[in-house]
């Protein structure tokens, strides 16, 4: 798969040489505190990268996992992930997924990942409706997704079990015409 470019971050394929980049991000606590898992050894960091890379090489692939880059350098800051085809939820529907290593916070990495996917989801894969579950303390990644359009949808309780203790999700969702609304010029317009 091609590279995908957005304005401030470059989404592509992961790649073995990624794995001590992967570490720094998935073997934090001040990341993973917000995922829905703990933090990953190198053990267990380079066998979830080594799936990855398999998933990646399928003719049919179960999703989207992209190292997430800046425009100026190509080491990997982060990730992004769309799942299409959620069980319950069919084809047309994908799960969104992002995390930013922690010293890269607070620069809009995120955000621009997060539209990039959007314009992959539903450009490429033409779903229907993307949706982002996200623990309600995070304030930064639930702004993310307000900021891009997203609606809020629900509280699932007990959803994930991470650090020892079943935590909350906040449902968020956007659908194929509110993208393609905010999208068009005339949204875009001052």
Do not use: Q
């Amino acid at each position: 798969m091609e590279p995908l470019n957005g304005d401030l971050t470059v989404l592509r394929e992961f790649r073995e040489n990624d794995l001590d980049d992967y570490l720094s991000v998935f073997g934090d606590d001040r990341v993973t505190d917000w995922m829905a898992f703990d933090s990953y050894d190198r053990a267990k960091g380079t066998e979830v990268l080594a799936g990855i890379l398999e998933r990646s090489a399928r003719d049919k692939r179960p999703d989207y996992m992209l190292a997430v880059t800046r425009r100026d350098d190509d080491r990997m800051i982060g990730f992004a992930r769309i799942a299409p085809g959620i069980p319950a939820s069919g084809p047309w529907s994908a799960k969104l997924g992002y995390g930013v290593h922690a010293d890269h916070w607070g620069h809009g990495y995120a955000t621009d990942a997060a539209k990039v996917m959007l314009a992959f989801a539903f450009g490429t894969l033409h779903v229907h409706r993307v949706t982002a579950a996200i623990g309600p303390e995070n304030a930064a990644s639930i702004a993310v997704v307000k900021r891009i359009g997203f609606s809020y949808e629900g509280h699932l309780r007990d959803h994930v079990f991470t650090n020892g203790a079943w935590r909350d999700s906040l449902l968020y969702s956007i659908l194929e015409d509110e993208y393609a609304d905010r999208s068009s010029p005339r949204h875009l317009e001052p």
